[in-house]
T-cell receptor
Framework: KNEVEQSPQNLTAQEGEFITINCSYS?????LHWLQQHPGGGIVSLFM???GKKKHGRLIATINIQEKHSSLHITASHPRDSAVYIC???????????FGTGTSLTVIP | DAMVIQNPRYQVTQFGKPVTLSCSQT?????MYWYQQKSSQAPKLLFH???????NEADTPDNFQSRRPNTSFCFLDIRSPGLGDAAMYLC????????????FGPGTRLTVT
């Protein structure tokens, strides 16, 4: 069964806090995306991973293929980071992406 | 700048009145996708084109059709919109399938009255 689970569903943090959002999936994947969606807005691709770790500014994404788990970290969080963060995976067995239900992040000044 | 463009950003249509949403890309990507996203839900893939090869998801209603007249443009046609079709429609592109990154457009929010 192709499932993508994210935790937490909702997260509220104080500005400056270190934030971690988790994603787990059920079978082997060819790629995992972390996506950001602001309220009422389109989707922005933050990272695409198939192994290891990537860093872009204050954002870090890691993936553990053996454990079928990925994390998105935000260092020194800021109110403009408030958005829904979505994990999406493409399994070896097909072409489409399977999306998690998202983590809604609110960063309070 | 290379990008994925969707028009219009907001569309209002009447129950049962056909509507077309547009997506264009300057990335010269081979694959174009259409997703439907309802409030507080994850995006759901409707179909995708690899070049001219159309691939429909098994659970996409017949009411939804798509056209890709050339590499740059892809259209989503809703033949008889129902109230349940009100959603954000997202277009995305990728160079290829498998492990290629997807680039998303800003979306078109469809309201059905």
């Amino acid at each position: 069964k192709n499932e993508v689970e994210q935790s937490p569903q909702n997260l509220t943090a104080q500005e400056g806090e270190f934030i971690t959002i988790n994603c787990s999936y059920s079978v082997g994947i060819s790629a995992l995306h972390w996506l950001q969606q602001h309220p009422g807005g389109g989707i922005v691709s933050l990272f695409m991973l198939s192994s290891g770790k990537k860093k872009h500014g204050r954002l870090i994404a890691t993936i553990n293929i053996q454990e079928k788990h990925s994390s998105l970290h935000i260092t020194a969080s800021h109110p403009r980071d408030s958005a829904v963060y979505i994990c999406a995976v493409r399994y070896h067995t097909g072409n489409q992406f399977y999306f998690g239900t998202g983590t809604s992040l609110t960063v309070i000044p | 700048d290379a990008m994925v463009i969707q028009n219009p950003r907001y569309q209002v249509t009447q129950f049962g009145k056909p509507v077309t949403l547009s997506c264009s890309q300057t990335l010269n990507h081979n694959v174009m996708y259409w997703y439907q996203q309802k409030s507080s839900q994850a995006p759901k893939l409707l179909f995708h084109y690899y070049d001219k090869d159309f691939n429909n998801e098994a659970d996409t209603p017949d009411n939804f059709q798509s056209r890709r007249p050339n590499t740059s443009f892809c259209f989503l046609d809703i033949r008889s919109p129902g109230l349940g079709d009100a959603a954000m429609y997202l277009c995305a592109t990728s160079l290829g399938l498998a492990s290629y990154e997807q680039y998303f457009g800003p979306g078109t929010r469809l309201t059905v009255t």
